[in-house]
């Protein structure tokens, strides 16, 4: 089971952390990827870590803003997300891939568990 929190309302420039919590799964094993689906748009990868964090990958629309990052430890996985823009409102997902993938991509029909979403709105 995955479930993301941390969404909100928040103003053009702002910031927002958003988690992952992963239960059921040992993390370790999992590649995970973050999502997001704005209205009428197709869904569409944010970033993703690899199964250790060593590989990271983001959108162009995203790179150098956001963030993600991993805690094993806590089966936790985080997307920090910071001078945030009007065209990042959407709903965020996280998903966990296939286990044991050497490495992750942004691609969402690779992803097996996906979590319920939480609602981002950038707006003044």
């Known amino acids: 089971q995955l479930v993301e929190s941390g969404g909100g309302l928040v103003q053009p420039g702002g910031s927002l952390r958003l988690s992952c919590a992963v239960s059921?799964?040992?993390?370790?094993?999992?590649?995970i990827g973050w999502f997001r689906q704005a209205p009428g748009k197709e869904r569409e990868g944010v970033s993703c870590?690899?199964?250790?964090?060593?590989?990271?990958d983001y959108a162009d629309s995203v790179q150098g803003r956001f963030t993600i990052a991993r805690d094993n430890a806590k089966n936790t996985v985080y997307l920090q997300m910071s001078s945030l823009k009007p065209e990042d409102t959407a709903v965020y997902y996280c998903?966990?891939?296939?286990?044991?993938?050497?490495?992750?991509?942004?691609?969402?029909?690779?992803?097996?568990?996906w979590g319920q979403g939480t609602q981002v709105t950038v707006s003044s």
């Open positions: 998903a966990a891939d296939a286990p044991f993938q050497p490495t992750c991509k942004l691609i969402p029909r690779n992803y097996v568990y």
């Open positions: 059921g799964l040992n993390l370790e094993h999992y590649a």
């Open positions: 870590s690899s199964r250790s964090g060593g590989h990271t």
